[in-house]
């Protein structure tokens, strides 16, 4: 990442705001057009299926250390994958709670 001087781009009447709060530091600027984690390769929708999957396999009573086997994950991160799995299937009967917090 290359830095570019705040001189070079911005006016001097921004430049003497900015630092009245951060004075000689370096600060990040979000870009307007950042995307959402996984919206570029559908990672997310890709990760929700599988989660989906490992939640239904286990209901259906395929143990812990079979599913960590097929996904190739830890048993860890399965028993965490069902953890969230039961906070939205409890929150299911409001949708819009489901929705913030799955």
Do not use: F
């Amino acid at each position: 990442m290359s830095y570019l001087k705040a001189e070079d781009i911005l006016p001097k009447e921004l430049i003497e705001a900015i630092q009245q709060y951060v004075n000689g530091t370096n600060i990040y600027i979000p870009s307007i057009d950042k995307k959402d984690w996984g919206s570029r390769t559908c990672s997310k929708e890709y990760y929700e299926l599988r989660n989906r999957d490992i939640h239904s396999q286990y209901m259906d009573g395929m143990p812990v250390n079979e599913l960590a086997d097929k996904y190739s994950l830890s048993e860890k991160t399965i028993y965490k994958i069902l953890s969230k799995s039961r906070v939205c299937a409890a929150n299911d009967t409001d949708e819009s709670l489901a929705k913030k917090y799955c």
